[in-house]
């Protein structure tokens, strides 16, 4: 399956949505023409299907296997599942800070030093969550091969951070896609073509990389 065949598919559930004359508004304060909401496949199954081949297609081109595949909280966990399930593999779950009670895990499961592990992400904007997520399970002795993703904005500042951190970002489809798939469609203009570029273009300036 393409890039564009997925895009399609987040498009016509309404995972993803355009409106670059009415931007929303992310929980950062920034505003975007484009709102991508991948919690929207669990729902449906045969898409669901599709996105946990095209994660196990991705790691079976990677060199050497995981050992463990790890969800980032809390719309990489239900991908995360159906991955390790489809692949036999153990799965933890990585919250974005300790919890405040309990026995205060920041990571839910059973990791061992040593292991490989492949994490799990619905959406890589800056890449902060993941990122983060990774460096949880590194202090627990674990070795993160790769952050897989359905989707990303495909902004450099991103692919900068992972390229710090040592770890590979790879992803089943992302922003150039999706325009490319809304132009085959004519589901966008050229001046919202622009204004989507445009967009992505005015966050790659330092001050908006996070």
């Known amino acids: 399956m393409t890039k564009d065949e997925i895009a399609n598919d987040l498009l016509q559930i309404g995972a993803v949505k355009i ?3 009415h931007p929303f508004t992310w929980t950062s304060g920034l505003t ?3 709102y991508c909401d991948n919690r929207l496949t669990m729902s449906y199954p045969e898409i669901r ?3 946990t081949m095209a994660f196990a297609d991705m790691i079976k081109q990677m060199e050497g296997g995981p050992d463990v595949i790890a969800g980032c909280a809390t719309a990489g966990i239900p991908h995360a599942a159906w991955l390790s399930d489809y692949l036999g593999l153990p799965m933890v779950y990585v919250r974005s800070k300790p919890k405040g009670h309990g026995k205060g895990n920041q990571i839910e499961g059973n990791i061992k030093k040593g292991q490989r592990v492949i994490l799990i992400e619905d959406l890589v904007s800056t ?3 993941a990122l983060n997520a990774v460096q949880a399970l590194q202090e627990e002795g674990a070795e ?3 952050v897989c993703a359905i989707f990303t904005y495909g902004l450099t500042g991103t692919a900068e951070a992972f390229l710090e951190q040592g770890v590979s ?5 992302d922003f150039d896609s999706l325009v490319a798939v809304l132009e085959k469609k004519d589901g966008i203009s050229e001046k919202g073509k622009k204004q989507l ?3 992505r273009e005015a966050l790659q300036e330092p001050a908006h990389r996070s």
């Open 49 to 51: 299907k599709k996105l």
């Open 169 to 173: 970002l790879s992803t089943i489809t």
């Open 32 to 34: 975007s023409p484009i």
């Open 144 to 146: 993160v091969t790769a």
């Open 19 to 21: 409106s670059p004359d």
């Open 127 to 129: 890449g902060g969550s």
């Open 197 to 199: 570029f445009g967009w």
